[in-house]
């Protein structure tokens, strides 16, 4: 049996899900129950596009050399 964790959608494959999901509300067709369905569901996947957002935020880092030795900067500080 194979205990492994299910592998994570594409950022973009969620990110599509999501405006999709915007979509369905901003038309106004939906009835109540589905439409709180929906909000829900794009509501989590808001929160998890975030988090990744995070992550990669943190990834994002610029080695310099300094003095000889390799040190990081945040990514915002590399375009200084």
Avoid: H
């Avoid at 405006?19 to 067709?29: A, D, K, M, S």
């Avoid at 129950?33 to 994002?60: C, D, H, N, P, T």
């Avoid at 990081?72 to 590399?78: D, G, I, S, T, W």
């Amino acid at each position: 049996m194979n205990n492994k964790t299910p592998k994570k959608e594409p950022f973009e494959t969620s990110l599509e899900k999501l405006e999709e999901i915007v979509r369905q509300l901003e038309c106004g067709e939906k009835g109540l129950e589905q439409s709180l369905e929906l909000f829900e569901k794009g509501v989590v996947l808001a929160k998890e596009l975030s988090r990744q957002l995070e992550e990669a935020k943190r990834k994002v880092e610029v080695l310099s050399k300094e003095n000889g030795k390799l040190s990081r900067k945040a990514f915002e500080e590399a375009g200084d």
